[in-house]
């Protein structure tokens, strides 16, 4: 492991998901998902996320667009969150799932604004 990357990884992880929500996903890690939570710190956070090709604003918006066509709820709640972190507003949280919609499906777009709208009464947005 990339210390360096790593390190730089989980700073950006803590900015955009929370420390709660970083530190439940380490703390549930044992020796069999270990691997995979430093794999996603130090790659998808580190090495991706920590590009300056994309402001974190947009690569916020891409995520929700394929986590919501991937089908992945839990994922995708999470990256509301840090999408609003990041600035995107709900208007923009909006108009990515209209695109989903069109694009990949009503079904995604309907289960995605479901979930949004769950994130936005958690957040009081």
């Not at 390190?7 to 998901?17: A, E, N, P, Q």
């Not at 108009?95 to 009464?121: K, N, T």
Request: proline share 3%; glycine share 8%; with cysteine.
């Amino acid at each position: 492991m990339n210390k360096e990357m790593y390190d730089k990884g989980l700073s950006i992880r803590r900015k955009v998901l929370g420390d709660t929500y970083v530190d439940a996903q380490l703390k549930n890690a044992d020796d069999f998902n270990r691997p995979l939570q430093e794999l996603v710190t130090e790659y998808c956070w580190g090495h991706v996320w920590g590009r300056e090709g994309l402001p974190l604003k947009q690569r916020s918006m891409l995520n929700l667009a394929m986590i919501s066509i991937l089908n992945r709820p839990h994922e995708l709640k999470a990256h509301i969150k840090g999408a609003l972190t990041n600035g995107v507003t709900k208007d923009e949280i909006m108009e990515v799932f209209l695109q989903v919609a069109i694009y990949a499906g009503v079904p995604c777009a309907v289960d995605s604004f479901r979930i949004a709208r769950e994130v936005f009464a958690a957040e009081g947005k």
